[in-house]
């Protein structure tokens, strides 16, 4: 059964710091893996999709890493700003036939304090 | 063009009731997904709907149904609630099933909360 750890639980940090959200998994044969964006009592954004053939994937100051033979992806935004405030969450979709099934992380809850 | 959206909002239920939740998908997408947000287990996969099928299912008991209709719009349906089923529930589409790289988009979520 594929499980998906994050860590940090809860990161707080001042504005304009480099940071990395860590997320692993235990089942490696995964088709994809997202990165999404919760704010409090809201739906999850989607921020990062990376194949698994892919090793990363750039959005603006947002860069996901993908190691599948490790079981590790980093999620790193560079230049914190207070509206990054949230929670981060990282999920596998465990292979091409199961459709939009997501397996979640347990999240990441980001403070960037002004 | 609008996005996910999910009626009700909030709902307060007492143990035993029965709730219907529905979900309208993005339009042109036919993929519709729920999923189950607690503070204790987290985001957790119920079922997944597609041209009115159900394709794939969570670890979830029966007491959890859904359907989805010919305009992918879509419904679940929690029978004989418990106090355990207060959650977020959230639903997602998606243009298709197996197209590389889509993603999904989630809706609000309806809040709630049993009694």
């Known amino acids: 059964k594929q499980e998906v750890t994050q860590i940090p639980a809860a990161l707080s940090v001042p504005e304009g710091e480099n940071l990395v959200l860590n997320c692993s998994f235990t089942d490696s044969a995964i088709y994809n893996l997202q990165w999404f964006r919760q704010d409090p009592g809201k739906g999850l954004t989607s921020l990062l999709l990376?194949?698994?053939?892919?090793r990363e994937q750039t959005s603006g100051r947002l860069n996901a890493s993908l190691d599948k033979s490790s079981g590790r992806s980093t999620l790193y935004i560079a230049a914190s700003q207070p509206g990054d405030s949230a929670t981060y969450l990282c999920?596998?979709?465990?292979?091409?036939?199961?459709?939009?099934?997501?397996?979640f992380g347990e999240g990441t809850q980001l403070t960037v304090n002004p | 063009k609008a996005g996910v959206t999910q009626t009700p909002r909030y709902l307060i239920k007492t143990r035993g009731q029965q709730v219907t939740l529905s979900c309208s998908p993005i339009s042109g997408h036919r993929s519709v997904s729920w999923y189950q947000q607690t503070p204790g287990q987290g985001l957790q996969f119920l079922f997944e709907y597609f041209s009115e099928t159900q394709r794939n299912k969570g670890n979830f008991p029966g007491r959890f149904s859904g359907r989805q209709f010919s305009n992918s719009r879509s419904e679940m349906n929690v029978s004989t609630l418990e106090l355990g089923d207060s959650a977020l529930y959230l639903c997602?589409?998606?243009?298709?099933?197996?197209?590389?790289?889509?993603?999904?988009?989630f809706g609000p979520g309806t809040r709630l909360l049993v009694l």
């Open positions: 997602a589409s998606k243009r298709d099933r197996g197209k590389i790289g889509e993603t999904q988009y």
């Open positions: 999920a596998v979709r465990p292979e091409e036939t199961s459709g939009s099934r997501l397996t």
């Open positions: 990376i194949q698994s053939s892919q």
